[in-house]
């Protein structure tokens, strides 16, 4: 295990509704980074909070939004929910924003009807 | 923006047996990192292996090695005496050198092992 941890561990939603997932990083670790992985995908960069701050974004609508909080903890909100983000949301932590290793969660399974 | 491209969306090997994994990625950077990740069913993704573009010699930790071609930007995965817990999906990724933490993966590919 990597000390990730996210919750909830499953989630189920309709189209429409809003959905917030939580995520507590690594100890030591100021940098979380959110991804999308759909069913048999791979994980897609979502965004980046190093330090409270958006720290990078990848290619997803504004209605996907983050936060990170004083103890480097994180909240992945997703608004208007949709079909096709039915998917498993990976967090990462990291030690600082350069090279060092990412440690992954176990991910929240979220599935929208 | 970069790819990273697994073409083998699934591979078996017998136990104690060796296979390669492959990958090859786009892009116009000369610096950057690459790795291997590790995903077991319903288990946390862990890293696997990591290269740095500018060392040319290969990574190796224990029984993985790979073999970084970084002028036909491949980066294959060659897992050595093959264990029953080494299936899984794995996924290459490629990371820029740059500021920011943002990783590019690949589709993954399922490797199964059979005893």
């Known amino acids: 295990e990597t000390g990730v941890t996210q919750s909830p561990t499953h989630l189920i939603k309709t189209r429409g509704q809003q959905v917030t997932l939580r995520c507590s990083s690594q100890?030591?670790?100021?940098?979380v980074s959110w991804y999308q992985q759909a069913l048999g995908q791979g994980p897609q960069f979502i965004f980046q909070?190093?330090?409270?701050?958006?720290?990078g974004r990848g290619n997803f609508p504004p209605r996907f939004s983050g936060l990170q909080f004083p103890n480097y903890s994180s909240e992945l909100n997703v608004n208007a929910l949709e079909l096709d983000d039915s998917a498993l949301y990976l967090c990462?932590?990291?030690?600082?924003?350069?090279?060092?290793?990412?440690?992954f969660g176990p991910g929240t399974r979220l599935t929208v009807l | 923006a970069q790819t990273v491209t697994q073409s083998q969306p699934e591979m078996s090997v017998q136990e104690a047996e060796t296979v390669t994994l492959s990958c090859t990625y786009d892009t116009s950077e000369s610096d950057y990192y690459l790795f291997w990740y590790k995903q077991p069913p319903s288990r946390q993704m862990i890293l696997v292996i990591r290269q740095e573009a500018y060392k040319q010699q290969n990574a190796t930790e224990n029984r993985f090695s790979v073999n970084f071609q970084k002028a036909a930007k491949s980066f294959s995965l060659k897992i050595s005496d093959s264990q029953l817990g080494d299936a899984a999906m794995y996924f290459c990724?490629?990371?820029?050198?740059?500021?920011?933490?943002?990783?590019?993966f690949g589709t993954g590919t399922s490797l199964t092992v059979i005893p």
């Open positions: 990724a490629y990371r820029s050198a740059r500021a920011g933490n943002q990783f590019y």
């Open positions: 990462a932590s990291t030690a600082g924003t350069s090279i060092n290793e990412q440690f």
């Open positions: 909070y190093y330090r409270e701050e958006e720290n």
């Open positions: 100890s030591g670790h100021n940098t």
